[in-house]
C-alpha cells in the first residue's frame, strides 16, 4: 500500500483591501474544521490587483491576531506587493519580483518596514513568502539578518536545511495530487476567486481532509539537503527547458 503524502494549505495575498467575501468565508470554514493554512500577509499592500473591499487598517490587524491565535501560521508576504522588474529569481516561477536585484540596503529597508508593521500590530513571525514566488540570495542574506528562518517556496517534496533556512516547498496551485508521498503546500490566492471555485475548492479540502496538516506539524521533518537540493534543481532545469522549447516554437512558428 502506497504511503500518501500530507498536505499543507497556503492562502496568499492577505491584506486590509484583500477580497473579504472568500477570504472570511475560506477561513471560518477550514477553522471550523481544525485545520491551520499558513496565511501570506502583506504588510502594506498597494498592489491595485489585489484591492478589493478596503476596511479599517485596525480592524484587519484585529483580523491577522485573531488567525495566528487560531493556530494559522502567519507569513511575512513582501513588503507592499508591487512588482519592481520581470526577474524569475531563484524558484524561476514567475517573470516578476518585489525584490530580485535590489541592493542588499534597498531590500533591509522594505523587510524591516515589513517586519515593523507586524511588530507594531502585535504580530509575530518566522516565515518568508516572497510576492510573485521570487526572490534572490541577497533577499536570504537580509531574511536571516531580521530574525527569519522558515522560508516556504521550494521544489522539493520534503522540508529541508540550507543557507540557514527551514524550506518547505510550494509545489500544488489550488488542486490536491493524491497518491504521492512526501509534504506538499497547495497555494490558494481567494483574491480572485468566485463562488464556483470556492466551492469546487471547498469540495476538494473535505475529500482529503484526512491528510491535511497544519506547519507545526511538520515542522521538525527533514530529508537530507542533498537530495532535497537536488530535487530542486532538477524541477527547474524542466521549466527553464519547457521555456527553452516555448521560444523555440514561437520562432518557428
Known sequence: ?????????????????????????????????GIKPIIAVIPDNKDKEDSNNPIPILEFWNKVRYYQSKGCTIALHGENHLKVNDRKGIMRVTNASEFVGLSYDVQYKKISNGINIFRNNGVKTNMWIAPFHSFDYTTLKVLKKVGINVISDSYSTFPYYYKGFYWVGCQ??????????????????PNVW????????????????????????????????????????????????????????????
Open 1 to 33: 500500500m502506497k504511503r500518501k503524502g500530507k498536505y499543507l494549505l497556503r492562502l496568499d495575498d492577505f491584506s486590509f483591501d484583500c477580497n473579504w467575501k472568500y477570504w472570511d468565508d475560506i477561513l471560518s470554514f477550514l477553522i471550523e474544521l
Open 172 to 189: 500544488l496551485w489550488d488542486r490536491f495530487r493524491k497518491n504521492r508521498k512526501g509534504i506538499w503546500t497547495i497555494c490558494y490566492h
Open 194 to 253: 468566485d463562488d464556483n471555485k470556492l466551492n469546487l475548492i471547498k469540495d476538494d479540502i473535505l475529500k482529503n481532509i484526512d491528510n491535511i496538516v497544519g506547519f507545526e506539524d511538520i515542522n521538525n521533518i527533514k530529508v537530507s539537503s542533498f537530495r532535497a537540493i537536488t530535487t530542486h534543481k532538477i524541477v527547474i532545469i524542466k521549466y527553464q527547458f519547457k521555456s527553452f522549447l516555448k521560444k523555440i516554437y514561437k520562432i518557428l512558428f
